[in-house]
């Protein structure tokens, strides 16, 4: 690795200001995407601006119909977390099933919502709780906020503070996990407001996570097996790829979708 120049900024606004100064900077969190892509040599930035000591990132709160998990609240945490557990259980199980201890020991949410890799669990579970993402700068739905493999709303030297979830009556995920990796080959969040659903995929899209539009709406007036019946997964825009092709995707996503409904019963 080249040798590259560590910021350690207290506060969001020097964080921000650090970012700006250096030119060729990035965020660190937990380092656990980052500092192997620069080890791949596929980052190499000469300003890391470390956001472990700014304290605008870190924190779980309960708001009443909403809960507020800071970027820099570590995988762990999450898993660990009573506040998470009683307001919106499924989010500490997806923390619990991601990568192994020492990565949810340092890896943070943040990090992996700024990063939107395609096979990462917490994106769908973002996207299906509809999720605002909070800057430094503004506020994010979202549904607007993921653009694409590995794109995000976010600027170059914007910083995710925070993310809202509202909280749902009910929420489930079920994942198939790649078995050399761990990541997500597919997994398929739901959750229930009210009469309405939503429903976010990950794993597989062709442009990263994506909800099931047709499935929400069969939901809402039908029993979970008439509205799985209902819609045509053999639609759905999946990567297609020799270890793991399209037919393959298209019937995971709806055995997945069928697990994670039968988990809310
Ligand atoms: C062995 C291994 C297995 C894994 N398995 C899984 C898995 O099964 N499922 C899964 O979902 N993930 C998995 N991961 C990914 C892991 O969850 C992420 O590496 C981690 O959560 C990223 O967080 P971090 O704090 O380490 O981010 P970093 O590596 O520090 O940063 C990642 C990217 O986000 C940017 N960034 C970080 N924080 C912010 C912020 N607050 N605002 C703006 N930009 C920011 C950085 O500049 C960088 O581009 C795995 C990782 C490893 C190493």
Known sequence: MHRVEIKQPTTLA????????????MFLSGGMTLVPSMKAHLAAPEVLVDLSRVAELTGI????DSLRVGA?????????SEVVASAIPMLGK????IADRHVRNRGTIGGSIANNDPAADFTAAVLVLGATLVTDRREISADDYFTGLFETELEEDEILVAMVF??????????????ASGYAVGGVCVARFGQGWRVAVTGSGADGVFRIPELETALADKSASQAIAAVDFSALDVVDDAVFPAPFRQAMIKWLAEDALAQIG
């Open 166 to 179: 509202p909280k749902p009556e009910a929420a489930a995920y079920a994942k198939h996990a790649h078995p």
């Open 72 to 80: 820099f609240t570590r995988l762990v945490d999450i898993e660990r």
């Open 14 to 25: 020097d964080a921000v200001a650090n970012f700006r100064d250096a030119g060729d900077a």
């Open 61 to 64: 709160t309960d708001q009443g």
């Open 94 to 97: 997806i923390a619990s099933i």
